[in-house]
């Protein structure tokens, strides 16, 4: 039997964003899309979201994961590295805050002010931040639309847990583990890419010992949604391979 395919969702979402995109792919193995750990119930942890996800997960798999669902996915292939067959990382960066070190990520004092905004008005900084991640792309309209009627369908997660993964994304830094992690690994990327540079996919695709990377011209932080067709004949061929 094909090992399953796990999508992991991004930040501030949940698992309605891969509607669409669940569809379209090949029937011939079972798509299992959760809700991270900790968005049902009180946030935790990233090592426990990972033990988590390992748990309910089948003990062999092909995990896909959208931003901060990418730096789980690497998390998740390099403690349990017997389970996970292969990674696809979308939108996905080893860092998401920026350092001397690391100029791929968003602005300490940027971050700074959207952790303040969240803490005044959630609702208000996620729907903020969902239209940033159309930014540049082609598609924006459309994507920004199937966003939000994704979006819709379901809770989005309580303040606790936004501000919890929020500081997953502050403090996370996959830099040193990435040679560590062997598993076969896809890298898409959007070209327009506002959150997280294309750069950073770049430098995923060229430290983790067995990546390709695969640029989306014309998309931004949501390939999966801009562009679908693409997407899905890119996730196809790679778990068929």
């Known amino acids: ?9 991004g930040w501030g979402a949940h698992h309605r964003v891969w509607d669409e995109l669940a569809s379209r792919l090949n ?3 079972s798509v ?4 991270l750990p900790g ?3 009180v946030p935790c942890a990233i090592e426990r979201t990972v033990d988590r996800l390992a748990a309910a997960a089948p003990a062999r798999c092909v995990v896909a994961g959208w931003s901060l669902g990418g730096q789980l996915a690497l998390a998740w292939a390099r403690r349990y590295p017997q389970q996970i067959a292969r990674l696809m990382l979308i939108a996905t960066t ?8 690391w100029p791929h990520g968003m602005a300490a004092e940027v971050f700074a002010d959207f952790s303040v905004s969240l803490k005044r008005d959630a609702a208000g900084t996620l ?8 930014q540049g792309d082609v598609q924006a309209r459309r994507v920004a639309r199937q ?3 994704a979006l819709v369908l379901q809770a989005l997660p309580g303040s606790s847990v936004l501000m919890e993964t929020l500081r997953w994304l502050e403090t996370t830094d996959l830099r040193a583990t990435l ?16 959150i997280a540079p294309p750069a950073a996919g770049e430098y995923l695709a060229a430290h983790l010992p067995r990546a390709r990377l695969a640029l989306l011209a014309g998309a931004a932080h949501a390939p999966f949604i801009s562009d679908p067709e693409v997407m899905c004949k890119l996730m196809n061929d790679f778990c068929h391979e």
Request: proline content about 11%.
């Open 1 to 9: 039997m094909k090992p399953a395919l796990v999508l992991l969702h």
């Open 27 to 29: 029937a011939d193995r």
């Open 32 to 35: 299992i899309t959760p809700d």
């Open 39 to 41: 968005h049902d119930a």
């Open 94 to 101: 080893p860092r998401f805050v920026a350092t001397p070190d």
């Open 127 to 134: 729907r903020r931040f969902f239209l940033l991640q159309t």
């Open 147 to 149: 966003l939000e009627a």
């Open 179 to 194: 040679p560590e992690i062997t598993q076969p690994a896809l890298v898409m990327h959007g070209d327009r890419d506002r």
